[in-house]
C-alpha cells in the first residue's frame, strides 16, 4: 500500500478531476463543514518505544492532506502536512484580574437588602 506522500505527487494541480483523487487515494476521511469542496486525508502510523517503556507508542508517521477542489470537480489546490511542519500549539498560562473593587456603601446595602427579599419568610400562624 503506498503512503499518502507518494500519493500526493501523483495529484497534479489543474488536471486531476475529483474522480481521479477517489480512484488513487480514495473516499475523503472528512470534508470541510463550511466547504464541501476541502476534503481531508490522514495518515498516522505508530511504532512501539522500547521494550522497557511497557508498550508506549511513539508516532512515526502523521500525514495530513488537504485536497481543495473547483466548483467543476478540479483540483485547485493540494498540500501536505507531516510531522515536522505542523505547528505546536502553545497555550498562555496567565489569569485574569478584576479592575474593580464591589466592597463599597451602595454595594453593602443592596447585598442586605438581597439577603432579606431572598430569606425565607416565616408562617405566620
Do not use: C, H
Request: without cysteine; aromatic residues 10%; glycine residues 2%.
Amino acid at each position: 500500500m503506498k503512503s499518502l506522500d507518494v500519493k500526493f505527487n501523483e495529484l497534479e494541480v489543474n488536471k486531476t478531476n475529483k474522480n481521479d483523487i477517489i480512484n488513487i487515494i480514495g473516499p475523503p476521511y472528512l470534508k470541510s463543514d463550511f466547504n464541501n469542496l476541502k476534503w481531508f486525508y490522514i495518515e498516522r502510523e505508530k511504532t512501539n518505544q522500547s521494550l522497557f517503556k511497557f508498550g508506549a507508542q511513539k508516532i512515526k508517521k502523521n500525514n495530513v492532506l488537504i485536497v481543495e477542489l473547483s466548483k467543476s470537480g478540479i483540483l485547485i489546490e493540494k498540500k501536505l502536512l507531516n510531522l515536522e511542519n505542523m505547528n505546536d500549539i502553545k497555550y498562555l498560562n496567565t489569569q485574569t484580574t478584576k479592575d474593580f473593587e464591589n466592597k463599597n456603601l451602595m454595594y453593602d446595602v443592596f447585598s442586605s437588602l438581597r439577603e432579606k427579599i431572598n430569606a425565607p419568610t416565616r408562617s405566620k400562624k
